[in-house]
């Protein structure tokens, strides 16, 4: 078992739209957890950056943790052509920045 | 601040050659690490520099070797180059336990 999983399946959504990507995972040391944007040729982009469970909000996108199902969400409101790009999930245990991630959710938002 | 910086941005090398990646890291940041990402998948972790000391290491032969200067600036040296070598190679510095940013990646294509 993967110790972070990520559906890799591309997401076409309408803009305007809301973008809904998860990950799961297995080990129950992580307790930082993040999303990345890569945009296409470039190196990842830090988004979003959680420590422990709850829920976290900046502007249009929305990071939620919940630890008792090892389960990591990432909602994108207002979706923009812009949004178009891989979404990473990443997470580290305490004192260790060696990050795992996902395989990455390609999005692409639609005019 | 000029971020995670990386180079050269690109390179092709022929099999059986060595090859050395640079990084410098963000500015205040002491730990810096690499990650290779193939096409279509995550980063994975290669290992982390700090205070010149490598202080974790992922599932990556010894061919892949590495330094840190007193500068916090990073090389990642591989030998005896193969095909499969060929990815995005990725530096990420951070300070202390936290998040991790990325420079644009060097693309490396083994021929």
């Known amino acids: 078992q993967k110790e972070v999983e990520q559906d890799p399946g591309p997401l076409s959504v309408p803009e305007g739209a809301i973008v809904s990507l998860n990950c799961t995972y297995s080990?129950?040391?992580?307790?930082?957890f993040m999303w990345y944007r890569q945009y296409s040729r470039k190196g990842p982009e830090l988004l979003m950056y959680?420590?422990?469970?709850g829920n976290k909000e900046d502007g249009r996108f929305t990071a939620q943790v919940d630890k008792s199902s090892k389960y990591i969400s990432l909602f994108i409101r207002d979706s923009q052509p812009s949004d178009s790009a891989t979404y990473l999930c990443a997470m580290s245990d305490y004192g260790n920045n060696r990050l795992a991630f996902g395989k990455g959710n390609q999005v692409v938002v639609i005019p | 601040d000029a971020g995670v910086t990386q180079s050269p941005t690109h390179l092709i090398k022929t099999r059986g050659q060595q090859v050395t990646l640079r990084c410098s890291p963000k500015s205040g940041h002491d730990t810096v690490s690499w990650y290779q990402q193939a096409l279509g998948q995550g980063p994975q972790f290669i290992f982390q520099y700090y205070e010149e000391e490598e202080r974790q290491r992922g599932n990556f032969p010894d061919r892949f070797s590495g330094h840190q200067f007193p500068n916090y600036s990073s090389e990642l040296n591989v030998n005896a180059l193969l095909l499969g070598d060929s990815a995005l190679y990725l530096c990420?510095?951070?300070?202390?336990?936290?998040?991790?940013?990325f420079g644009q990646g060097t693309r490396l294509t083994v021929v």
């Open positions: 959680t420590y422990s469970s």
């Open positions: 990420a510095s951070s300070l202390g336990t936290g998040t991790a940013f």
């Open positions: 080990n129950s040391a992580f307790q930082y």
